[in-house]
């Protein structure tokens, strides 16, 4: 399947996708990756992988709708077939989300649907919690909700930072997307009444 990557920054799942495509038996190949942001690292991961890249600043648009007409544009004109949003920091609007509905992955930092949303791990620290975690989900026009294709939990520790967690969690981000994006990409898995079912297991 041919995928495309939507990106604002460091793109280290990005780099995590790169690294698992490279395999021959991979189901999913990069052919576009796209930030909203010019001159991020996630940028220069791309490109040092021979993908093509685009910079598609929202800055540069009178509104949400054009902006997302120009990420179609340039996603149909590559073939992608499937989307993952990997560290992409802009909502979407509920037209574009429904244009890749089933198609479209997303990963956030905590054991959803505990935890949507910005500061993430400062807020489970709050919480008292002793176990957080990572979710590749299935986008839907809520943030940081859908249909779960893969989880992997990650123990919170005594004396844990935001920044110690973090780390922590993103560990298990890079081994998580590019096994939730070959279940997707390979028919394992498929939506069935907002839930994934087939072949879904813990990494
Ligand atoms: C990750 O923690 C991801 O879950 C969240 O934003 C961060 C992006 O990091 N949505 P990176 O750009 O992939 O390094």
């Not at 995590?16 to 021959?24: E, R, T």
């Not at 940028?43 to 600043?57: D, H, K, Y």
């Not at 299935?138 to 939990?153: E, N, T």
Request: charged share 20%; proline share 5%.
């Amino acid at each position: 399947k041919r995928v495309g990557v939507l990106i604002s920054g460091r793109g280290s799942n990005l780099q995590a996708l790169i690294d698992a495509a490279k395999a021959p038996d991979y189901p999913a190949e990069l052919v576009l990756v796209i930030s909203n942001v010019a001159g991020v690292q996630g940028l220069a991961r791309a490109e040092a992988a021979g993908i093509p890249t685009r910079v598609i600043s929202h800055k540069d648009f009178a509104g949400r709708e054009p902006f997302e007409a120009a990420l179609d544009a340039a996603l149909n004109d590559a073939g992608v077939e499937i989307l993952c949003n990997a560290g992409f920091m802009r909502l979407l609007t509920e037209s574009f989300v429904a244009r890749w509905h089933d198609r479209h992955l997303n990963i956030h930092p905590s054991l959803l649907p505990a935890f949507k949303g910005l500061n993430t791990h400062e807020r489970v620290l709050e919480s008292g919690a002793k176990i957080t975690g990572a979710t590749v989900h299935f986008v839907r026009a809520a943030m940081d909700d859908g249909p779960i294709i893969a989880q992997a939990s990650v123990p919170v520790n005594p004396g844990d930072t935001p920044d110690i967690l973090a780390a922590r969690v993103l560990e298990a981000e890079h081994k998580l997307y590019p096994h939730a994006l070959a279940l997707v990409a390979s028919g394992a898995v498929r939506v069935e009444g907002e839930h994934v079912v087939g072949m879904t297991q813990q990494n």
